[in-house]
């Protein structure tokens, strides 16, 4: 039996690139570490253990690591002259596709952990001290990963969980296929469990996690004689939990938007007016080379459902401009579907050949000045759309969920329904509850507002 008994006053830092997942994973990574005697260091200068949770989505994404590591190097090298160790872990996206070329490139990485393995970094970590060769681990255990996820700590009002990983999508550009594995769904037994525990530390906001999140299904609990549910259905039966006021989820894709979702986002009071549903490209062509599975028109139809459903809804989205073979006309026809639907907030980006995808080997790679130009001006479409949409808020009163102080003494920075960062002067105690907020202005990246009279008076 391998001895995973704490050593005393070990300090981790863990840093985290890429998407909310991995926040999620960098948490419960932490999570695991603490029973075996590690706290949070303030830097990595000073830490036993240095974690660096990678992201491989886009080439820039992934050289972070290697340059992270170069500092590293020296960090090691200061701490191994005072007497002292550094363990250094390369976990998440890029540990799982370069895992090896990690191992040959920086030798002063001691492990490589995969994003459906971290489980086993106790155990890793005792092996370590034993033997000090690299250690590679990137099998797929998403099953055996959750089931060792042992009980957390919320840490604010808000928080993540993830329902569902992987993707079977295959999208032409994207490497996450390959780095998460096939689309695995979380029991709802396991999920309802980790979400009543938040509930009973006082979470009111929870975001289910998926990369395809409303991909997810699942045996129904006992009781229930549906064959089968959906995403719809885990909602509306985590809406029951008491304490539970908000539920949202992200990422959805086009293709898994099913009715019952619809309905839902319609009718749950709980569920937020808010979806992340990204299309990535305007134009058929295109979307039909990216493998989506979607057109333009079927996306803008599903757009209409969910706002027949929901008409308050805040739509979100991920934009991909440059992809081989994508000609200005095509790119008009992104600006159009832009046009059309109207975000309140996008991510966009140029596309990046990724290795060992189908979209890295095909002909007509777009220049980079081309993609340069593009992404300037859709940014610049999808910046007037989301203050157009922050300006409209201003005089409505809304409920805000207020998470953590503010920069000013007497002010805290809490969300909106739609996601959006809004400060108010509201006394502590309100900190980690609901409350109406009346907004009054808008900053760059937040509404500012006061607290509705009467909730003032009563704090
Ligand atoms: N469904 C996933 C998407 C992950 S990637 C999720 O859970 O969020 C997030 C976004 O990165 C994609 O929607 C896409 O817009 C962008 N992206 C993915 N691969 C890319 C690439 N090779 N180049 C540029 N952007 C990319
Ligand atoms: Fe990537 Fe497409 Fe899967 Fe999203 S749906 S993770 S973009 S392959
Ligand atoms: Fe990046 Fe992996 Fe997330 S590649 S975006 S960290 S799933």
Redesign the pocket.
């Known amino acids: 039996m391998t001895d995973l008994r704490p050593k005393q006053g070990k300090s981790v830092f863990i840093r985290t690139y890429g998407?909310q997942m991995n926040v999620y994973d960098s948490e419960r990574m932490a999570d695991l570490l603490k029973p075996i005697g590690y706290s949070a260091a303030d830097s990595p200068d000073d830490a036993d253990l240095v974690i660096l949770n990678t992201c491989h989505?886009?080439e820039k994404a992934a050289e972070k690591v290697y340059s992270e590591l170069g500092r590293l190097k020296r960090a090691k090298a200061n701490r191994e002259a005072d007497g002292e160790t550094m363990t250094i872990a390369v976990a998440g996206c890029v540990a799982q596709a370069e895992g090896a070329e990690i191992a040959a490139r920086a030798p002063v990485v001691d492990m490589v952990i995969g994003p459906q393995a971290y489980h086993r970094l106790p155990e890793l970590l005792a092996r370590d001290a034993r033997d000090r060769g690299v250690a590679l681990e990137t099998d797929f255990a998403v099953n055996e990963k959750f089931d060792a996820l042992c009980n957390r700590e919320a840490e604010g009002p808000a928080a993540f969980i993830t329902v569902q990983e992987g993707?079977d999508k295959f999208c032409t550009?994207?490497v996450?296929p390959y780095t998460r594995g096939a689309e695995v769904s979380r029991p709802v037994e396991a999920i309802t469990a980790e979400a009543r525990s938040l509930a009973a530390q006082g979470v009111k906001e929870v975001t289910l996690l998926g990369?395809?999140v409303n991909g997810w299904a699942g045996a129904p609990p006992a009781g229930d004689s549906s064959d089968k549910w959906r995403l719809g259905e885990l909602c509306r039966h985590l809406a029951k939990i008491d304490g539970i006021e908000r539920i949202r989820f992200t990422?959805s894709?086009p293709r898994d938007m099913d009715d019952g979702l619809i309905a839902a986002l319609g009718d749950e009071e709980k569920l937020m007016p808010y979806l992340h549903l990204?299309v990535?490209a305007g134009s058929d062509k295109i979307l039909k080379s990216m493998n989506r599975g979607h057109t333009a028109e079927s996306y803008r139809r599903l757009i209409e459902k969910i706002r027949d459903a929901r008409p308050d809804i805040a739509l979100s989205g991920?934009?991909?401009v440059g992809f081989p073979g994508e000609t200005t006309e095509d790119f008009e026809e992104t600006l159009a579907l832009v046009e059309t639907v109207g975000y309140a907030s996008a991510?966009s980006?140029?596309?990046?050949r990724?290795p060992g995808t189908p979209?890295a080997a095909m002909p007509k790679q777009v220049a980079e000045a081309e993609k340069d130009d593009r992404l300037a001006r859709l940014q610049e479409l999808l910046e007037r759309q989301r203050s157009a949409f922050n300006r409209a808020q201003i005089g409505r009163t809304m409920p805000v969920l207020f998470e953590k102080a503010g920069r000013h003494p007497g002010q805290l920075i809490g969300r909106s329904p739609y996601l959006q960062s809004v400060h108010a002067n509201a006394p502590e105690s309100m900190l980690g509850s609901i409350a109406p907020v009346t907004i009054l202005d808008v900053t760059p990246n937040a509404l500012a507002g006061a607290l509705k009279k009467e909730d003032e008076d009563a704090a």
């Not at 980006?349 to 990046?352: A, C, G, N, P, V």
């Open positions: 998407c989505i886009r993707c550009f994207c996450v990369q395809n990422t894709h990204p990535q991920d934009f991909i991510y980006f140029k596309y990046s990724r979209g």
